[in-house]
């Protein structure tokens, strides 16, 4: 599997962990790990999540503060789990990514709809 970075695997299964759960089990929880922890700010994110799900609405307020590459990250990943979080779109996401990014963009939606 594509990760950018070992920062990026290892913050991937910190969030995952942070849930509860073990990465490879649930597409929802693993493409929205993926994403978290792509878009660098894990922190901000395991404060938000853990054990009692996803408090998306202090995510969405949290992240404005964030870039656009940032908030299309959160945004998708936020989407991926559940689709009434969010109503990102592709071209939202992908716009302002470098290439690394967006390859890592696919692999979640591959990871989320089971292409791998």
Excluded at 11 to 19: A, E, K, P
Excluded at 37 to 58: P, Q, Y
Excluded at 77 to 88: H, I, R
Excluded at 94 to 99: D, E, G, T, V
Aim: charged share 20%.
């Amino acid at each position: 599997m594509y990760f950018k970075n070992e920062q990026h695997k290892s913050d991937t299964y910190q969030i995952i962990q942070n849930f509860g759960k073990e990465f490879g089990k649930d597409a929802y929880y693993d493409s929205f790990s993926y994403l978290m922890a792509l878009s660098g700010k894990s922190r901000f994110v395991l404060k938000h999540s853990g054990t009692f799900g996803i408090d998306s609405k202090a995510i969405k307020e949290g992240m404005q503060v964030f870039s656009s590459s940032e908030k299309g990250m959160i945004a998708l990943a936020m989407q991926l789990f559940n689709s009434g979080m969010s109503d990102v779109t592709i071209h939202d996401v992908l716009s302002p990514l470098s290439k690394e990014n967006a390859k890592a963009v696919l692999t979640a939606l591959e990871i989320r709809y089971g292409l791998r």
